[in-house]
C-alpha cells in the first residue's frame, strides 16, 4: 500500500511500521504506563476506581493547559517530541513537533489537524479528531473493564519531577497487550505509558519535562515553518459500509468498529479503511484493489517492531493490510478469517 498521504491518518492510532509503511501512522494515543510493581491483590472496587482514573486522564488531557518534551521508545528506536496544548475560547489548541528524524509538526486546533511535512512543503489536513497521548482512551471506553483486570497501585513515584500514582490494567485474553500507567497525583495527567506484552515492556512513552497552567504560554503554538506557498493537500475520506460491499470481518472479542472510510491515495487510488478499539487498543485493516502492482513485501507474515505488529494477505482481488499496536497473532487471526462475498449484480 502506498500510504505517504495517509501520515495523519484521522484516528492518529498507529505509530511508525516498516520501509515504505512506516510513514503510515505517525502518533499514537493508546501507548500506556509506568514500571514499578503495583498491589498484588486489588480491593474489590478496583475496576471501577481505575476506570475514573482513566476518565480523569482523559479529561486532564483535553482541558489543562501543558507544555514539555516527551520520548517515545518502539523497540530499539526512540523519538523524542515537544507538545504544547492550550485551552482558549476557541477550544483546544495544539501543537506537536517531532525532535528527531525528518521534521515533522502536528497543529491541531479542535477537531482539525495540519501535518506539516517540511522537506516536500506540503500541508496534509485532516477533519477528524486525532487523540494521542498524553490522551488514552479510544471511543467511549465502556467495556475496558470486560476485558482488563484493573489494578491500583500507590503513590509515590515521580516522573518528570512529579508524584504520581501507578495503575496496571492486564489482559484477560490473548487478543491485546496490557499497560501500566501514571497519573499525576496533583492534575491527573498521564505522565508514562507502557504497554506490556508477554516478556515484559514492549512499548513506552514517558514525559521528560512537563510545565502545567500558567507556565505555559501561547507562543509555543506558533509554527517553526513558514507554509506560504506550500501544497496543501485535505485528506478525502467517505463513509463506506464494508459488510454492505460484501466484506466480512471478524472483530476480536471486546473490540468494536469506530471508523469504516474510503480515502483517496496518490493518483486518484482508493483504500478502504476500518478502525477498530477496545477503548484502549487500536486495530486498522486495510483494503485494496490489487490491480497489476507487485506483491507487497512480507506477504502472509507477521513484521514487527516494539508493540506495533503489522499482517498482509491477499483475497480475491484485493491486498488486505491489518496493522495495531495488539499481538501479531490477533491480526493474523482477522486477516485469515476475513471473507469478500462480492455482491450479486442487480438486474
Known amino acids: 500500500m502506498d500510504c505517504s498521504a495517509v501520515t495523519c491518518h484521522g484516528v492518529m492510532a498507529h505509530r511508525k511500521g516498516f520501509g515504505q509503511f512506516s510513514r503510515l501512522l505517525l502518533l499514537m494515543a493508546v501507548c ?16 471501577e476506581a481505575g476506570m475514573a482514573i482513566l476518565h480523569k486522564l482523559q479529561v486532564a488531557a483535553r482541558t489543562l493547559d501543558y507544555s514539555g518534551i516527551y520520548t517515545y521508545q518502539q523497540g530499539a528506536a526512540m523519538q523524542s517530541s515537544r507538545i504544547v496544548h492550550i485551552v482558549d475560547g476557541t477550544g483546544e489548541r495544539e501543537r506537536i513537533e517531532l525532535l528527531d528524524g525528518d521534521p515533522r509538526e502536528f497543529i491541531r486546533h479542535n477537531d482539525v489537524t495540519q501535518c506539516l511535512i517540511p522537506e ?3 500541508v496534509i489536513l485532516e477533519h477528524k479528531r486525532g487523540d494521542r497521548f498524553p490522551g488514552l482512551i479510544l471511543g467511549e471506553g465502556r467495556q475496558i473493564p470486560d476485558y482488563y483486570d484493573i489494578k491500583l497501585g500507590q503513590a509515590g513515584y515521580r516522573i518528570a519531577g512529579r508524584e504520581c500514582v501507578m495503575l496496571e490494567l492486564v489482559p484477560r ?5 496490557g ?13 508514562k505509558a507502557q504497554v506490556i506484552g508477554p516478556g515484559g515492556v514492549v512499548d513506552q512513552i514517558s514525559f521528560n519535562s512537563l510545565e502545567i497552567g500558567s507556565q505555559v504560554t501561547p507562543d509555543g503554538l506558533n509554527s517553526s515553518w513558514n507554509t506560504k506557498g506550500w501544497k496543501v493537500i485535505e485528506s478525502s475520506m467517505k463513509p463506506v459500509d464494508l459488510a454492505q460491499d460484501g466484506w466480512r470481518i471478524p472483530f476480536p472479542p471486546g473490540y468494536e468498529p469506530v471508523m469504516q472510510v474510503t480515502r483517496t491515495m496518490k493518483r486518484g ?24 502492482g507487485k506483491s507487497p513485501p512480507f506477504l502472509n507474515e507477521a513484521v514487527s517492531t516494539g ?20 499481538p501479531a497473532q490477533t ?14 449484480p442487480q438486474q
Open 120 to 122: 516536500k512543503k506540503v
Open 269 to 292: 487510488k482508493q483504500v478502504n479503511q476500518l478502525v477498530l478499539t477496545d477503548g484502549l487498543a487500536a486495530v486498522s485493516v486495510f483494503i485494496e484493489s490489487h490491480g497489476s
Open 331 to 344: 491480526l493474523r487471526e482477522i486477516a485469515e478469517r476475513t471473507q469478500y462475498v462480492p455482491l450479486a
Open 173 to 177: 485474553d490473548e487478543h491485546r497487550y
Open 32 to 47: 500506556v504506563a509506568a514500571a514499578p510493581a503495583l498491589a498484588a491483590n486489588p480491593a474489590p472496587d478496583a475496576s
Open 307 to 326: 508493540a506495533m505488529n503489522i499482517f498482509r494477505t491477499r483475497i480475491g482481488d484485493h491486498w488486505l493490510t491489518t496493522l495495531g499496536e495488539v
Open 179 to 191: 499497560y501500566r500507567l501514571c497519573s499525576d497525583t496533583t492534575t491527573h495527567l498521564l505522565l
